[in-house]
């Protein structure tokens, strides 16, 4: 026990430092820190991965074999291996970012009330409102919202008496709870999907692919909802309506502090030239810790916030083991893959330049979410699919239209592969597999959103 406590505070150090040396790059404050990260990641990567499940592990497996092979084929492989262990530095710095927030807001009694009131809203407006204020709380807690609204739903779902009703309450109930989890992933600042899609995607930023986002978001959210109200159960009996406690006013914390994330996003990103992903690993933890001393603000807040800190540092952080070897691992797997996979389509005669560009354009809304199925990832999958297709300028596009794609595919993953945290958290909150989460319950949403996205991926790269 000794060891591995010792094991967390090594790694959770380590995963701090990394995340400074990733924002003191991306400002433009150390180039050194160039060197330094992918030494600690490799250094931190064999901690974490000593300690999570064979299935996490044989993603490290995968990433030495990859080396190996690149080695022997690449006269070039140091660098390749050394961009493929700053793009695992730089997930695992935005995730540590990201969790920050997260931690507070779990522990904020204002987030528990206004989650509590969106899961209690009577029937007829329970998706739209889960829906809508899920985005909110998947902007704040990312997976995080997908547990604590969960959580919620299913308390909510249990008070109904009639197996019939709670049934049908708890499928629709946590479906409208993963789809606006994952509408939010083309457009959200703090999304993996922005984050990655803009950083393989050369001349593209967040500001650039946020409306056009916004609009795969609305998509998604209205064939949800459709889906929802044309799909609707007949019921035998009829379901009691009561009203939830309290009023839509207790969102407005929630709103608040939405608004000042993103106003100190946008501002910052007018008044600098750091990228999104830079202000957003800066922005993020300075917003948890004010949020933390206010909630501490009537009791001794300095001693409770350095404990809170020292707690995340040492032992949360760590907790997010399985999770951060699986990204970074990712991240890395589809770096270096990609310079393997290259050469052998043109041994084999593949030349993706002779592919029409409307065709690339379309297949990343269906590639990611079908490589979803084989368990792949998405940061693997777009990593991996992204250095292989010709630039921008060449398909005759611009680079935004390609994180578009990328990211509107990468929404459609979460949705159906049942090998992604969302199906897999809602699988368990009902009691089901995440493979009849995706197939199943998300199947003709999956089939008609990525008939319909594909129109507007399309739409937006020829002719906006």
Not at 88 to 104: D, G, K, M, N, P
Not at 262 to 277: C, D, E, K, P, Y
Not at 313 to 330: I, K, N, S, W
Request: with cysteine.
């Amino acid at each position: 026990m000794r060891s591995r406590s010792f094991a967390d505070r090594v790694s959770g150090a380590l995963l701090c430092v990394i995340t400074v040396l990733v924002i003191c790059n991306e400002w433009g404050l150390a180039r050194w820190t160039e060197l330094a990260k992918p030494l600690l990641v490799m250094l931190v990567v064999p901690i974490l991965a000593a300690q999570v499940r064979p299935t996490r592990q044989a993603f490290v497996a995968v990433a030495v074999l990859l080396s190996l092979a690149l080695a022997a084929t690449n006269p070039g492989w140091r660098a390749i291996a050394v961009d493929g262990l700053v793009t695992s530095a730089f997930i695992a710095a935005f995730f540590t970012a990201l969790s920050t927030l997260r931690t507070v807001a779990e522990t904020s009694p204002a987030i528990q009330r206004a989650g509590a009131f969106l899961a209690g809203q009577r029937p007829g407006r329970r998706y739209a409102a889960l829906t809508a204020g899920g985005q909110a709380f998947a902007l704040l807690l990312n997976y995080g919202s997908l547990q604590l609204l969960g959580t919620l739903a299913m308390a909510n779902a249990r008070l109904e008496p009639d197996p019939e009703i709670r049934s049908h309450r708890i499928r629709r109930m946590l479906l409208a709870i993963q789809r606006a989890f994952v509408s939010t992933l083309p457009w959200s600042p703090l999304s993996f999907a922005m984050a990655i899609s803009i950083g393989v995607i050369p001349g593209t930023s967040w500001s650039q692919a946020m409306l056009p986002g916004l609009v795969s978001s609305l998509i998604l959210v209205g064939i949800g909802w459709a889906l929802d109200a044309v799909f609707k159960p007949r019921l035998a009996a009829v379901p009691v309506r009561t009203e939830p406690t309290g009023t839509w006013a207790l969102m407005l914390p929630l709103l608040a502090l939405l608004a000042v994330l993103v106003v100190s996003v946008v501002g910052l990103a007018q008044l600098t030239n750091v990228r999104i992903v830079g202000l957003v690993a800066v922005v993020v933890p300075c917003i948890a810790l004010v949020w933390m001393i206010i909630q501490h603000w009537a009791d001794a807040p300095l001693p409770h916030v350095a404990g809170r800190i020292r707690d995340y540092v040492l032992t949360e952080l760590p907790g997010y083991r399985g999770e951060l070897v699986l990204l970074m691992m990712a991240g890395y797997i589809g770096t270096v893959g990609a310079q393997l996979v290259g050469p052998l389509m043109l041994r084999a005669g593949l030349d993706v330049s002779m592919v029409p560009a409307w065709l690339i354009i379309v297949s990343f809304v269906w590639i990611i979410p079908l490589a979803g199925q084989a368990g792949m990832n998405p940061i693997l999958a777009v990593t991996l699919l992204a250095p292989l297709i010709p630039d921008a300028g060449s398909l005759g596009v611009t680079p935004t239209a390609l994180v578009v794609a990328l990211t509107a595919g990468w929404a459609l993953s979460g949705a159906s592969s049942p090998f992604t945290a969302t199906t897999l958290l809602i699988g368990n909150f009902a009691g089901i597999s995440a493979l009849r989460v995706g197939l199943v319950w998300n199947g003709v949403y999956t089939l008609i959103c990525g008939a319909v996205l594909s129109g507007w991926v399309l739409l937006y790269a020829f002719a906006l």
